[in-house]
């Protein structure tokens, strides 16, 4: 039996240092922050965004290609109406005051998950951020909106079935390499170590495709106090791990 196309090979896209070229962090504890300070949760997720900052520089500099964070999934909608709306707000901000430091530090911005679900003018914002960075040739940053891995998958299956409907796909060369063709981070690096903050152990519906082979990591840190160093102890421990992808 051939071994699936979805399985890397041991050390594919790794540098000889053993830094992850693709990195996923799920940030949580924005709120657990600012309970444990009795400030407001909006306080925590100011924090959560200067937090952001920090670490997609630390990323950068340690030598990471893709930092893919995981902003907001499609699940949020829950939360009480005031604090989605503050974290649009926060959105709005992040847009209109970094997008020029990532231009000025050769960082290209992705999206992915359903973000033409947002309002008009945070989708205009979206758009022209990724269309000012495109040309960017350094580290990615991806911001999951809107995201939710099982809506991803079924998308992509959604989409393959169109093209068996079509005739221009047989329905038996639907395999993982189709799959994985048909994601919204087609064009990216496999995910090499996924990390969740403030000591929560599940995926919560983020790559979970992606996710298969990757190194997991959960650090009790809230997300607010992530900094450099608790990258660089997470990477650090992935560069101690031996990545057997279903071998000896």
Same mark, same amino acid.
Not at 98 to 122: K, M, Q
Not at 170 to 189: Q, S, V
């Given at each position: 039996?051939?071994?699936?196309?979805?399985?890397?090979?041991?050390? @594919?896209?790794?540098?000889?240092?053993?830094?992850?070229?693709?990195?996923?962090?799920?940030?949580?504890?924005?709120?657990?922050?600012?309970?444990?300070?009795?400030?407001?949760?909006?306080? %925590?997720?100011?924090? %959560?965004?200067?937090?952001?900052?920090?670490?997609?520089?630390?990323?950068?500099?340690? %030598?990471?290609?893709?930092?893919?964070?995981?902003?907001?999934?499609?699940?949020?909608?829950?939360?009480?109406?005031?604090?989605?709306?503050?974290?649009?707000?926060?959105?709005?901000?992040?847009?209109?005051?970094?997008?020029?430091?990532?231009?000025?530090?050769?960082?290209?911005?992705?999206?992915?998950?359903?973000?033409?679900?947002?309002?008009?003018?945070?989708?205009?914002?979206?758009?022209?951020?990724?269309?000012?960075?495109?040309?960017?040739?350094?580290?990615?940053?991806?911001?999951?909106?809107?995201?939710?891995? @099982?809506?991803?998958?079924?998308?992509?299956?959604?989409?393959?079935?169109?093209?068996?409907?079509?005739?221009?796909?047989?329905?038996?060369?639907?395999?993982?390499?189709?799959?994985?063709?048909?994601?919204?981070?087609?064009?990216?690096?496999?995910?090499?170590?996924?990390?969740?903050?403030?000591?929560? @152990?599940?995926?919560?519906?983020?790559?979970?495709?992606?996710?298969?082979?990757?190194?997991?990591?959960?650090?009790?840190?809230?997300?607010?106090?992530?900094?450099?160093?608790?990258?660089?102890?997470?990477?650090?421990?992935?560069?101690?791990? @031996?990545?057997?992808?279903?071998?000896?």
């Amino acid at each position: 039996m051939a071994a699936p196309t979805s399985a890397p090979d041991p050390g @594919q896209g790794l540098g000889k240092t053993g830094i992850p070229r693709h990195v996923a962090i799920i940030m949580d504890g924005n709120g657990r922050w600012a309970h444990a300070r009795a400030l407001p949760r909006i306080a %925590g997720h100011k924090q %959560g965004v200067e937090a952001v900052r920090r670490v997609a520089r630390a990323a950068r500099d340690i %030598g990471i290609d893709v930092l893919t964070l995981y902003a907001f999934s499609s699940e949020n909608w829950r939360r009480p109406a005031e604090e989605v709306g503050d974290l649009m707000g926060l959105l709005r901000l992040f847009l209109k005051n970094e997008v020029d430091d990532l231009i000025r530090e050769n960082v290209r911005l992705r999206v992915i998950g359903d973000y033409r679900a947002l309002s008009d003018d945070l989708v205009r914002m979206i758009d022209t951020a990724i269309v000012r960075t495109a040309d960017n040739s350094g580290p990615r940053l991806v911001i999951a909106l809107n995201y939710g891995a @099982q809506a991803e998958i079924a998308a992509a299956a959604r989409h393959l079935a169109r093209e068996v409907e079509q005739g221009s796909r047989a329905a038996d060369t639907i395999d993982e390499a189709a799959i994985e063709g048909a994601l919204a981070t087609r064009d990216l690096p496999p995910l090499d170590l996924l990390i969740r903050t403030s000591g929560e @152990q599940r995926l919560s519906n983020f790559l979970l495709w992606q996710a298969a082979y990757a190194e997991l990591a959960f650090v009790d840190t809230l997300w607010p106090d992530f900094d450099e160093a608790t990258l660089r102890g997470a990477v650090a421990d992935f560069g101690r791990r @031996q990545r057997r992808f279903g071998g000896l």
